[in-house]
Nanobody
């Protein structure tokens, strides 16, 4: 069973930076495409960023483009979300997701993912 554990959330001031991490308990992390999603109270889970299984292709949502960067360390079985110039509207629970695949693709649709972490709260104060 794949387990995903997010860390790095907390309280940050608007304009500040924060880095989220997601560690996957898998034998070979390069067998999994991964993604970040977020959910605010009363809203649906929204795509934030995705990266393919070997880290060569990635995408971030338009709402965070130029501020957030997704990356991964295959050897450490860890995906990162570097969040810069955060805004109050970035406040949400951030979830890590993984999809077992042989394809060299990233996935921005949450329904594509097989496994989810428990989430980490990010709160941006104005």
């Amino acid at each position: 069973q794949v387990q995903l554990v997010e860390s790095g959330g907390g309280l940050v001031q608007a304009g500040g930076s924060m880095r989220l991490s997601c560690v996957a308990s898998v034998r070979t992390s390069s067998n999994y495409a991964m993604g970040w999603f977020r959910q605010s109270p009363g809203k649906e889970r929204a795509f934030v960023a995705a990266i393919n299984r070997i880290g060569g292709l990635s995408r971030v949502a338009d709402s965070v483009k130029g501020r957030f960067t997704v990356s991964r360390d295959i050897a450490k079985k860890t995906m990162y979300l570097q969040m810069n110039n955060v805004k109050p509207e970035d406040t949400a629970v951030y979830y890590c997701a993984a999809k077992s695949t042989d394809e060299i693709l990233y996935y921005s649709d949450h329904s594509a993912y097989n496994y989810w972490g428990q989430g980490t709260q990010v709160t941006v104060s104005s």
